[in-house]
C-alpha cells in the first residue's frame, strides 16, 4: 500500500491562481519530499520538509508539514503554464531508507 | 554529464526475451535506486544500493528481476522471460548519502513495452 496519498488526483487551474495539492501518509516519518514529473521525463526534487520543520519556502512553492495529522500540503503561488507536471509526495517509511511515493496530482495550468 | 543517464531511452521486444537497463548515476553518489512507474500511476520501489553494503531487494516484483551494481558507479536491471505486465517506465535515482534523507536525482527512465 501506498505511505502518501496525493489530493486532488487531479486539478486544472487558470494561469496567474495558486494551486494547492495535499499528501496524506500512514506511519511516522522523518522528512517528506516533494517532486515534479513532467511528462515523458523523470522526476525533479522540489523541496524537503524535515519531521520537526512546520512550513519551508522555494521561490513560489510552499510546503506545510502536520505531523499530528500527518499530512503535507504544497502551495504554487502565481501559476505559470510550465508549472503543468505531475506533482508527488514521498516519505521514509518508517525510518527505512528508502522513499514511498504517493499516486501523484496531475496539475494542468490554462494559459 | 552531471545528471543520471540511462539507457536505452526505448526497448520494445517480445514476450519472453530477456531485457537489460542500464543506469549511470551521478558520479560520487553512494546511493542508487531503482523504480518502475506505470502509466499514470505513482512510484514502485522495486531495489535500493549503498555503497558496499547488501542491497536491499524488498521490491522487487518476482524472481524474473535482478539488479546489480559495481562499487559506485553503473547499475544494471535485468528482467528475465518479460512479461506483457511488466510494461512500464523504470527509473534510476542516485542520491549522496543515505538516500531517504536526501534528494533524489532521478534520470528519464527506460520505457520497456513488451509486445
Known amino acids: 500500500s501506498q505511505q502518501g496519498e496525493e489530493d486532488p488526483q487531479a486539478l486544472s487551474i487558470q494561469e496567474g491562481e495558486n494551486a494547492t495539492m495535499n499528501c496524506s501518509y500512514k506511519?511516522?516519518?522523518?522528512?517528506l519530499q516533494w517532486y515534479r514529473q513532467n511528462s515523458g521525463r523523470g522526476l525533479v526534487h522540489l523541496i524537503l520538509?524535515?519531521?520537526?520543520?512546520r512550513e519551508k519556502h522555494s521561490g513560489r512553492l510552499r510546503v506545510t508539514l502536520d505531523t499530528s495529522k500527518k499530512s503535507s500540503s504544497l502551495l504554487i503561488t502565481a501559476s505559470r503554464a510550465a508549472d503543468t507536471a505531475s506533482y508527488f509526495c514521498?516519505?521514509?517509511?518508517?525510518?527505512?531508507?528508502?522513499?514511498?511515493f504517493g499516486q501523484g496530482t496531475r496539475l494542468t495550468i490554462n494559459p | 554529464g552531471a545528471g543520471v543517464s540511462q539507457s536505452p531511452s526505448n526497448k520494445v521486444t517480445e514476450k519472453g526475451k530477456d531485457v537489460e537497463l542500464r543506469c549511470d548515476p551521478i558520479?560520487?553518489?553512494?546511493?542508487l535506486y531503482w523504480y518502475r512507474q506505470r502509466l499514470g500511476q505513482g512510484l514502485e520501489f522495486l531495489i535500493y544500493?549503498?555503497?558496499?553494503?547488501?542491497?536491499?531487494k524488498s521490491g522487487l516484483p518476482s524472481d524474473r528481476f535482478s539488479a546489480e551494481r559495481t562499487g559506485e558507479s553503473v547499475s544494471t536491471l535485468t528482467i528475465q522471460r518479460t512479461q506483457q505486465e511488466d510494461s512500464a517506465v523504470y527509473l534510476c535515482?542516485?542520491?549522496?548519502?543515505?538516500?531517504?534523507?536526501?534528494?533524489?536525482?532521478f534520470g528519464d527512465g527506460t520505457r520497456l513495452s513488451i509486445l
Open positions: 520538509i524535515r519531521s520537526n520543520e
Open positions: 558520479s560520487g553518489h553512494t546511493a
Open positions: 514521498a516519505t521514509d517509511a518508517a525510518g527505512a531508507q528508502k522513499l514511498v
Open positions: 544500493f549503498q555503497g558496499n553494503s547488501a542491497p536491499d
Open positions: 535515482a542516485s542520491s549522496s548519502g543515505q538516500g531517504a534523507y536526501q534528494p533524489q536525482h
Open positions: 506511519t511516522s516519518i522523518n522528512n
